[in-house]
């Protein structure tokens, strides 16, 4: 158990609509990451936080925003759903973001679009 | 930029076998590098680390050297077991060009499937 907990495990939705997956980061972890995961892509970072404010992008959709509030969960909202956004969605938190931190992986959220 | 290549899989090996996964990276300073191993249907777990040259990280049997003159960081285990078998992914971490200071991410390579055959 990574102590990162990522909710819904699963969602199944159609093309157009609006999700919203949540992280929760090991306690005493400043810095989550929201990474994609699909097999064309492999694993693409897409933003990562700390401490409440963004601090970097990779290859975010417009159409993707996300946010971490003041108790450090995080969540990433997808929206206009297309199906090539199917895919497993993974949160990661570190302590502090330092480059020789390693990451701690939740489970996933797979997302079917339909 | 950064970027990571691994060995194409599937890799199948017998039980006890040893086990070598290549990897090396393309990084634009100098990078921390991870192995993280995904069971099915689990998330990533960090296997093991190295941050500077020279350094050899190892867990469970697996180890990986940070060889900065060749660029690589080679995952080897002497003899696998077929609860080895997963997805392993090299990482590393970096702040990609003209991001901020401090913007560490990790770049994946495309994983190497491993099967291990009683």
């Known amino acids: 158990d990574s102590g990162v907990t990522q909710t819904p495990k699963h969602l199944i939705t159609a093309t157009g609509q609006r999700v919203t997956l949540r992280c929760s980061p090991r306690?005493?972890?400043?810095?989550v990451y929201w990474y994609q995961q699909s097999l064309d892509q492999g694993l693409q970072f897409l933003i990562q936080y700390y401490n409440g404010e963004e601090r970097a992008k990779g290859n975010i959709l417009e159409r993707f925003s996300a946010q971490q509030f003041p108790d450090l969960h995080s969540e990433l909202n997808l929206s206009s759903l297309e199906l090539g956004d199917s895919a497993l969605y993974f949160c990661?938190?570190?302590?502090?973001?330092?480059?020789?931190?390693?990451?701690?992986f939740g489970d996933g959220t797979r997302l079917s679009i339909l | 930029g950064n970027s990571v290549t691994q060995m194409e899989g599937p890799v199948t090996l017998s039980e006890e076998a040893f086990l070598t996964i290549n990897c090396t990276y393309t990084?634009?300073?100098?990078?921390?590098l991870f192995w993280y191993v995904q069971y099915p249907g689990e998330g990533l777990q960090l296997l093991l680390k190295a941050t500077k040259a020279d350094d050899k990280g190892s867990n469970k049997g697996f180890e990986a050297t940070y060889r900065k003159e060749t660029t690589s960081f080679h995952l080897e285990k002497g003899s696998v077991q077929v609860s080895d078998s997963a997805m392993y992914f090299c990482?590393?971490?970096?702040?990609?060009?003209?991001?901020?200071?401090?913007?560490?991410?990790?770049?994946f390579g495309k994983g190497t499937k491993l099967s291990v055959i009683p």
């Open positions: 990661a938190s570190s302590v502090s973001g330092a480059k020789n931190q390693p990451q701690h």
């Open positions: 990084a634009t300073g100098y990078p921390s």
């Open positions: 990482a590393l971490s970096e702040v990609p060009r003209g991001s901020g200071a401090g913007s560490y991410q990790l770049t």
């Open positions: 306690s005493g972890d400043l810095s």
